[in-house]
């Protein structure tokens, strides 16, 4: 029996990490036309390793036996990702250089160039799932029999494929959640729409961290026990405080507590976050957190965990990105993840300006910090997202 996507190319973002690893493997047993490729955005510093990565992505191509590729996008990454990244420290900001590398560089250079190779898909190794709706169905029926969903044999967990077989001009792409929560990517997915979603293929999206592994190892990938990345998306674990000193001039200035004791010295307002704990040198008998930036005085607002100052419940924010290109009615009460691996909280959303979010939470809380990204939820679909630019005290 011919599989019904037999012909269909996809190109796999094959990172050197078990994830995309397993991604390529999915592809593949599911009938898929797959070739893999890495992508070289970083090359410098002690903790980089790209050389690393891509030695081990080749290994998986030769291991799965499919082409491989390797494309050089380190001045583009440095322009799009890594500018802006010292920009929002630059402005007191804490940026999320992860949203912005799969825009611009997974989902914005690496599919222009799958594009132009005449393949129909890529595919990365992101726990998080895309369904595709007739654009007559209704929005709150995300288990309708409409929807054209990746689909999993019972037993093995293997992929058998994406039914895009229809005019996908009459299609809705949507985006939910990883199944595996503890895992679950979505939240950095937020920036992307249509256009995009209608090209990726996202394997993963069903399986847990455990059962990639298993996987992995039942079909002897050589990534199988490898440990999974951290630290900013390319660049690894590198110290975030060195690669800002390199690129920041900023002012010394007092650390006060909420009552103007001072209690210590700061390098420089932007190489702080709101909730951080490290790197403050305060002696004291409990541990003291980041609570806010006095830009005026040069001052840097620290409290003991608990304190009220380091929760809110109103923020604003601004540049938002809806899945489906328009965005829900506004004002509407949504669901909203304000950092990676955090729970959703029920909050209010309106409008008060022209690409200006009010967000009302239920419940106070903690270290809500400009620069990052308010991601908004219905249920496990994310529907879109926004960063933060200040919080209402």
């Known amino acids: 029996m011919i599989s019904k996507n037999a012909g269909k190319k996809v190109l796999v973002a094959l990172s050197g990490g078990v994830d995309s690893s397993v991604a390529a493997l999915l592809l593949k047993t599911a009938g898929y036309q797959v070739e893999g490729a890495y992508m070289r955005c970083w090359s410098s510093g002690a903790y980089c390793t790209t050389d690393t990565d891509q030695a081990d992505a080749i290994k998986v191509a030769s291991k799965l036996e499919i082409p491989f590729h390797v494309f050089d996008y380190e001045r583009q990454y440095k322009q799009k990702v890594i500018d802006y990244f010292f920009s929002e420290y630059a402005r007191g900001r804490t940026p999320n250089p992860d949203v912005m590398c799969n825009k611009e560089i997974k989902f914005g250079l690496f599919l222009e160039e799958a594009q132009k190779r005449s393949f129909d898909y890529v595919a990365t190794g992101h726990y998080a799932r895309v369904h595709m709706f007739d654009r007559g169905s209704k929005m709150d029926d995300v288990n309708g029999h409409k929807s054209k969903i990746i689909n999993h044999r019972s037993g093995d967990g293997l992929l058998t494929g994406l039914d895009h077989q229809k005019d996908q001009s009459l299609e809705k792409f949507r985006l939910f959640a990883g199944l595996d929560r503890e895992k679950d990517q979505s939240y950095f997915l937020y920036k992307l729409g249509q256009k995009q979603l209608a090209k990726a293929i996202f394997p993963l999206g069903r399986l847990t961290k455990i059962e990639v592994r298993k996987l992995a190892k039942k079909f002897g990938l050589p990534t199988a026990d490898k440990k999974d990345s951290t630290g900013i998306c390319f660049v690894g674990p590198a110290n975030i405080r060195e690669l800002l000193l390199n690129k920041i001039s900023s002012k010394e200035g007092e650390i ?9 010295k700061h390098i420089g307002l932007p190489f702080y976050t709101i909730g951080q ?8 008998n409990v541990p003291y957190y980041v609570a806010g930036k006095d830009e005026t005085s040069n001052k840097l607002i620290v409290v003991p965990f608990g304190h009220k100052a380091l929760f809110k419940k109103s923020f604003f924010a601004e540049k938002a990105d809806w899945i489906d290109g328009r965005g829900p009615k506004l004002p509407q009460k949504l669901e909203v993840k304000l950092r990676y691996r955090a ?11 022209p690409g200006r979010l009010l967000v009302s939470l239920e419940k106070p809380q903690r270290a809500i910090t400009p620069g990052q990204a308010a991601v908004f939820y219905k249920g496990n679909e994310l529907i879109g997202g926004a960063t933060v630019t200040s919080v209402v005290d």
């Open 343 to 353: 729970n959703n909280v029920l909050a209010t959303v309106k409008t008060t300006l």
């Open 277 to 284: 704990r490290e790197g403050l040198g305060i002696s004291k």
């Open 256 to 264: 006060v507590d909420v009552n103007g004791e001072v209690l210590g």
